[in-house]
């Protein structure tokens, strides 16, 4: 291990990716690069970089931005990865791990039921009307998972570390054995956790996604994925991407880059305030359920914070309002006055949603109920405001909803 690998997560999340060098002076924080062509003085030397003998850049996103390289270089070393291959979102990340991963017409996907609703719908939908044989199990039952697994020759386990919306914990390194066993690869969304409070690749994972438009850039004004695995597995991403062009821009990259420095200080204060407003919430009279995984009742905590190696449980938690019909939700959320109610999580802002008329809207009614995700269910992505703030925020709209 070398001096630069051995240095601590925060180190690591300011200064790696950064000063590549750029000629005879070397600029603090890196540029950025918005060209979409590379010239070189030797047609060998194009030649050799075409051809993948050289490392270099000829031709932008599609192929390599140097931008992208150094965000790429960053969320790999945080993940503890080989490497890393940027995308224009976070969906587009998971579509072209599924692919690199060799889920093909004919191939079969044991997954999650409990997950993010566009990868829910992208395997339901997509992938299976192009001939994919997509199976969903209960990922914390692992019997479920093993029968699914022994059924017939599976491409791909899929799951969510921490799942969305009702933060399930998924027993990576058990996962990890089964799909290994079955001789499927075993692909993890990190998102909810971030690199900062797991590292899948070490419990077993072969391919970490994350949608960077969550944690990594943590400003709400990013869009953007990342897959990390090995070498090789980079080589197919980069391969696929030519042909798709699934590309996240300089820009992007950059803002991406800027705001993971910060990722660790927001991790650990968004987890305190996220446990302080689950517990607070757990004995709110308006309230039915709280689900976020380092409360104490929650049977998977002792999982969750291995896992985790009790860096915290994350800024996301969900609670269900007591006796809420949908009209008394859209109360609620028209109620609050700081917390945002927006589509999205992870950034600094305390933002709410919906499940059932957003992230998980393509599901029917019924698909959402044999998840748990009912009528009544909120979820809440704690920001770095003040914590009284918030609290007092959701007291307020809770007694007008
Ligand atoms: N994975 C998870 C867990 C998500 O919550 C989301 C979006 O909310 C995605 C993937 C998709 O990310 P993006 O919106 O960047 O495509």
Redesign the pocket.
């Known amino acids: 291990m070398d001096k630069k690998s051995r240095r601590g997560f925060a180190t690591r999340a300011i200064h790696t990716g950064e000063r590549l060098p750029a000629g005879d002076f070397t600029p603090v924080v890196g540029p950025i690069h918005p060209s979409v062509g590379y010239t070189y003085e030797r047609a060998a030397d194009l030649d050799a970089v075409l051809g993948g003998e050289k490392e270099g850049f000829v031709y932008s996103s599609r192929y390599h931005n140097p931008t992208t390289a150094a965000l790429e270089q960053a969320v790999a070393d945080l993940e503890g990865g080989e490497a890393a291959h940027a995308f ?7 579509h072209l791990a599924f692919l690199a991963a060799g889920v093909r017409a004919g191939s079969r996907v044991v997954a999650a039921a409990d ?2 609703g ?2 829910y719908s992208m395997l339901l939908n997509l992938l299976s009307e192009l001939g994919v044989d997509v199976t969903f199990v209960s990922i914390t039952d692992l019997g479920q998972v093993a029968a699914a697994l022994a059924a017939g020759p599976a491409a791909v386990l899929f799951a ?1 570390t921490l ?2 919306p009702l933060l399930r914990t998924a027993d990576l390194p058990a996962l990890a054995e089964l799909a290994h066993a079955a001789g499927a690869l075993f692909l993890v ?1 990190n ?2 956790c971030s690199p900062y409070l797991c590292n899948p690749l070490a419990h077993g994972a072969d391919l970490v ?6 944690f990594i850039s943590g400003h709400g004004d990013v ?3 990342v897959v990390v695995g090995s070498r090789e597995m980079r080589s197919r991403l980069d391969a696929l991407n030519r042909l798709v062009g699934s590309s996240v821009g300089p820009f992007e990259s950059w803002l991406a880059l800027r705001g993971l420095k910060t990722l660790p200080l927001r991790m650990v204060r968004q987890s305190a305030s996220a446990l302080a407003l689950a517990e607070w919430l757990q004995s709110h009279p308006r309230i039915d359920c709280v689900y976020y995984p380092y409360l104490p009742e929650n049977p998977q905590l002792e999982l969750t914070r291995r896992l985790t190696e009790n860096r915290g449980g994350g800024s996301v938690l969900s609670f269900e309002i007591r006796g809420a019909d949908r009209s008394a939700v859209f109360r609620f959320l028209e109620g609050l006055e700081l917390i945002q109610p927006a ?4 950034d600094l802002y305390s933002l709410v949603l919906y499940p059932a008329i957003s ?1 998980h809207r393509a599901l029917t009614p019924e698909a959402r109920a044999a998840v748990g995700i009912g009528e009544n269910l909120v979820r809440l992505s704690v920001g770095i405001e003040d914590l009284e703030d918030i609290q007092a925020d959701l007291e307020q709209a809770l007694a007008k909803g």
């Open positions: 224009a979102s976070g969906m587009a990340a998971l997950i993010y566009a990868t969510e799942s969305n969304d998102t909810f996604v994350h949608s960077a438009t969550k869009m953007a994925g589509t999205t999580l992870g992230s």
